[in-house]
C-alpha cells in the first residue's frame, strides 16, 4: 500500500454525470460521509441544485477535450491537491437496431461513453501516478457482459469500457492505483427518458425493417417507473462505490441487480448457443 494513502475517509473524488440518477445519489451520499467530492454535469441548470446540497460542481463536457481539461484543473485547484478518486459514471444508451444506426449515431455514443471517460481517466491517471495512489472506478453495465437486441452501441460502449479496465488494471499493477467495474443492471434514474430522446433524433422507424420492435420499444422507453423487474434504487449502486473507495481491498468486479448476477452466471456455464436463446426470450419479453 502506497504510503501516500489518503485518510479513509476524507478522499478527493470527482464523479462524472451528477444530474441525476446514480452520479447524483453518489455525489450526496459521499459528501454526506465526509469526503471532498467534486461533481460534474454538463448543464449549468444542474449546477443550482448541487450547489444548494452543499457539493461543489463543475461543468464537463465528455465530448469536448477543452471542458475535460479544464475540469481537471479546476478540480485539483479546488482540492488544493490531486484527485484521490475517479468515479467515471456519465453515459447514455442510444437504442436502435444495429443496422439503423447511423456513423453519427455510433460515434456520439462512443465520443460519450469511451473516448471522453478515457480522456478524463488519462489525464487523472498522471496526478495518480505523482501521488502513488489512486482509486478509478467504472461504472460498466450488465450491457458490458452480455449483448440484449436493439442497445447495439450501447453494449458496444460497454464492451469497450470493460477492456480499457481490464487492460488498465494489469498496466497500473503495482502503482497504488485501483481499477474497480461497477456492473448495475436495471436502476431507477433517467436512463430510459434520455435514451428515448436520442432514439428519436437518430432512428428513422418508419422506414426500418424494425418497425414494429420499435412501436414496443416506445412504449417500454415512456413507462414512468421501473419498467423492468427487480429494478433496484439508485443507492444500491452507491453501496457498492462506497466499497470501492473506502476499503483496503477494492473488488475488481462488482455487480449490482439480480440480472447481473443472473447473466454473469450462465455466461460462464453456457454455451453460446444456449446464451442466445434466453437472451432472446428476454429480448420478446420485452417486445410484447
Known amino acids: 500500500m502506497s ?23 453518489a455525489a450526496k451520499i459521499l459528501h454526506a460521509r465526509g469526503h471532498r ?40 485547484e479546488i482540492f488544493n491537491g ?33 473516448f471522453g471517460t478515457q480522456e478524463l481517466t488519462n489525464l487523472v491517471i498522471k496526478q495518480m501516478r505523482q501521488h502513488g495512489f489512486g482509486r478509478i472506478i467504472y461504472n460498466s453495465s ?24 481490464d487492460t488498465l488494471r494489469l498496466e497500473l499493477k503495482g502503482t497504488g492505483i485501483t481499477i474497480s467495474l461497477i456492473e448495475p443492471g436495471p436502476i431507477s434514474s433517467h436512463f430510459r427518458q ?12 418508419n422506414n426500418s425493417s424494425h418497425h414494429t420492435v420499435y412501436d414496443a420499444m416506445e412504449k417500454r422507453l415512456l413507462t414512468p417507473g421501473p419498467a423492468a423487474p427487480f429494478t433496484l434504487p439508485a443507492k444500491a449502486v452507491v453501496d457498492k462505490l462506497v466499497h470501492a473507495i473506502e476499503s483496503d481491498h477494492p473488488k475488481i468486479r462488482y455487480y449490482v441487480t439480480f440480472p447481473t448476477y443472473l447473466f454473469a452466471y450462465l455466461k460462464r456455464v453456457l454455451p453460446a448457443r444456449g446464451l442466445d436463446w434466453v437472451l432472446n426470450r428476454v429480448s420478446r419479453g420485452e417486445q410484447r
Open 3 to 25: 504510503k501516500n494513502k489518503p485518510n479513509m475517509k476524507h478522499r478527493n473524488i470527482l464523479i462524472t454525470g451528477c444530474s441525476s440518477g446514480i452520479g447524483l445519489e
Open 82 to 114: 490531486p484527485i484521490d478518486v475517479l468515479f467515471n459514471n456519465a453515459a447514455y444508451g442510444q437504442p436502435g437496431a444495429v443496422e439503423d444506426l447511423s456513423r453519427a449515431a455510433l460515434r456520439e455514443q462512443f465520443e460519450t461513453n469511451v
Open 194 to 205: 434520455n435514451a428515448f430522446a436520442k432514439y428519436q433524433q437518430h432512428i428513422d422507424k
Open 37 to 76: 467530492v467534486i461533481a460534474t454535469v454538463r448543464n449549468p441548470t444542474a449546477q443550482s441544485m448541487l450547489t444548494a446540497a452543499g457539493i461543489s460542481n463543475l461543468l464537463c463536457d465528455l465530448n469536448d477535450s477543452d471542458s475535460i481539461n479544464q475540469a481537471v484543473q479546476a478540480a485539483s
Open 142 to 165: 450488465v450491457s458490458g457482459l452480455i449483448a440484449l437486441p436493439y442497445r447495439g452501441a450501447y453494449n458496444a460502449s460497454k464492451y469497450a469500457i470493460e477492456g480499457l479496465a
